[in-house]
């Protein structure tokens, strides 16, 4: 008989979880616009479509699977709280979403987040924990978080429900922009990238889906190519929302459904990120840059197609922009 436990640890949502959780989160999120531009699609020989999640509530589309997941739980299990692990910006969703329910909410943080994020999470009510930049000291905090309080963990990518309001956004855009040949999403622990390919895949399979990470932090790239879960570099990057591992849910999604994953350098990350900044005048953090840096540095080669290019996040410490000296 399958072990449950590795079934529950593989289990995905389908087309009909996301459009159950479009419903449920319909009143806590925007639905973002998609911009265009024509000075950038001249850069890559593409007609690019930009889903604008740095206007999403909270400055990121972590908004939608924290919303989801917050909303699907039982007054029961919302009673104590929930609580997770981020950099920044899931942790920053789940304290919004909690506020919404009128639950608490308790995110553990490395040491290094940028200064926006941590006020992006405090200032909605969350308390704080912070812990060393690891994997292993997140995991650790919040399960000390969880025997103190008894809040019900809302994992940043390892979770259905987060998974689910994650691919809301491709289903939007398949909406918002018809007639699309490809759709791009950065990714770190993949959530954004399974809910999107299961979405895109269960939609109109024969849109192409590619994922864009870091090459300093290409571990989802190794890890799609080798089929197992692949360490983290230890080199570090500028798009540190996406400085995490896949996990074997995310992985398995990722593998079913994704064409390829592009991956971009530091330099090109910076550069992608201010041409946005000038030529569109919307503000992207790095890690939301990261798929057009893709593009630039030609690690997916999109030519002639009409792609859909998820933008992540905006939230950017404006004290610290990469381009200053």
Known sequence: MPDPE????????????????????????????????????????????????????????????????????????????????????????VAYAAARRGIPAFVVMPETAPRVKQENVRRRGATIRFCAPTIEARDAACAAVQRETGAMLVHPFDDVRVIAGQGTVALELLEQSPGLDAIIAPVGGGGLLSGTSIAVKSSAAVIRVFGAEPANADDAARSFRSGRVEALPAATTIADGLRTTLSRRTLAAIRANVDAIGTASEAGIVRAMRMIWERMKIIVEPSAAVPF??????????????????VSGGNVDLDRLPWQT
Do not use: W, Y
């Open 6 to 93: 590795v079934a529950d640890e593989l289990a995905l949502p389908d087309l009909g979880a996301m459009r159950a959780a479009q419903a449920r989160i319909a009143p806590h999120v925007h639905r973002t616009p998609v911009f265009s531009c024509h000075a950038l699609d001249a850069e890559v020989g593409a007609e690019l479509f930009f889903k604008a999640e740095n206007l999403q509530r909270t400055g990121a589309f972590k908004a939608r699977g924290a919303s989801n997941a917050v909303f699907s739980l039982s007054e029961g299990d919302a009673r104590q709280g929930v609580v997770t692990h981020s950099s920044g910006n899931h942790g920053a969703a």
């Open 293 to 310: 840096a893709s593009l630039l540095e030609a690690t997916l080669d999109v030519r002639g197609m009409r792609v859909g290019i998820i």
